[in-house]
């Protein structure tokens, strides 16, 4: 079984920048993608941003340029720097982590329990 451990979501004001982490324990393998998805109150989930095992990196056009994902595998654990905060950033923030499963072959999701991020204007 793996465990995710949100950390560093709030609030803050418009211009504002947050780190949110989010760490990976138990029975890990190997890990493939981790990503940060979130959901606004009313909408679907959406990626955010995600980063593979090779260190290549995807990003919403939303948040290109103000947001950076990275990952530290000797930690199993992903971060996302939000920097120049707007209000339609608020959302819950999940992040998600495929790990790899061997003998088969597999990969399996995790998901995180969610983190509050609130950008007032």
């Known amino acids: 079984q793996v465990q995710l451990v949100e950390s560093g979501g709030g609030a803050v004001q418009s211009g504002g920048s947050l780190r949110l982490s989010c760490a990976a324990s138990g029975s890990i393998f190997s890990i493939a993608t981790m990503g940060w998805y979130r959901q606004a109150p009313g909408k679907q989930r959406e990626l955010v941003a995600q980063?593979?095992?090779?260190?290549?990196?995807t990003y919403v056009d939303s948040v290109k340029g103000r947001f950076t994902i990275s990952r530290d595998n000797a930690k199993n654990t992903v971060y996302l720097q939000m920097d120049s905060l707007k209000p339609e950033d608020t959302a819950v923030y999940y992040c998600?982590?495929?790990?790899?499963?061997?003998?088969?072959?597999?990969?399996?999701?995790?998901w995180g329990q969610g983190t509050q991020v609130t950008v007032s204007s």
């Open positions: 998600a982590v495929d790990v790899n499963i061997p003998l088969p072959t597999r990969q399996f999701r995790y």
């Open positions: 980063t593979t095992s090779g260190g290549s990196t």
